[in-house]
């Protein structure tokens, strides 16, 4: 079976992105990001989203990543999440702390994000290493937080 592949979201995905650098930029993203606005869910490893999250269910994750982010990135900055716009996004790329390798792609070997939000389907994405357990319960975490309704 072919991977589900869509040319606009890999354009986006493979382009220039812009860095959140400093915890209070990030703040800032996360409020002015439109948790209605139909974005895909995307857990690297889990399946690939066909429908976009509910509101709720965006607002619940941005809220459970961010305090995962200032958790295990024990870092005086972010620098770990990526926009292709930082006032009107359209992809998001979170990296996870956990799994960075070179997330600025200096080495040879491309290090996928953790988790995509995408405002359209996103393409199959595999990632090159095992996701750890853990975050395969933090996942499952969120989406039992909103009573196994998973959309994404």
């Avoid at 860095?19 to 439109?34: A, C, K, M």
């Avoid at 509910?54 to 972010?78: I, S």
Wanted: charged residues 25%; glycine residues 8%.
């Amino acid at each position: 079976m072919l991977p589900n592949q869509n040319p606009e979201f890999d354009a986006l995905f493979d382009g220039m992105l812009f860095s959140l650098l400093t915890w209070e930029q990030l703040e800032n993203f996360w409020g002015r990001l439109d948790v209605g606005a139909g974005w895909y869910l995307y857990a690297l490893g889990e399946t690939r989203p066909e429908l976009p999250a509910d509101g709720a269910h965006v607002a619940t994750f941005l809220r459970e990543l961010d305090m995962l982010l200032r958790k295990e990135h024990d870092e005086e900055y972010c620098g770990i999440v990526y926009a292709d716009n930082l006032e009107q996004p359209s992809l998001i790329k979170i990296y996870d702390p956990n799994h960075l390798g070179t997330s600025c792609g200096s080495s040879k070997q491309k290090v996928l994000p953790g988790w995509v939000m995408s405002r359209m389907p996103p393409s199959d994405l595999d990632p090159s290493h095992h996701v750890p357990q853990n975050r395969r319960r933090w996942w499952q975490g969120i989406v039992d937080l909103l009573g196994g309704n998973e959309r994404t």
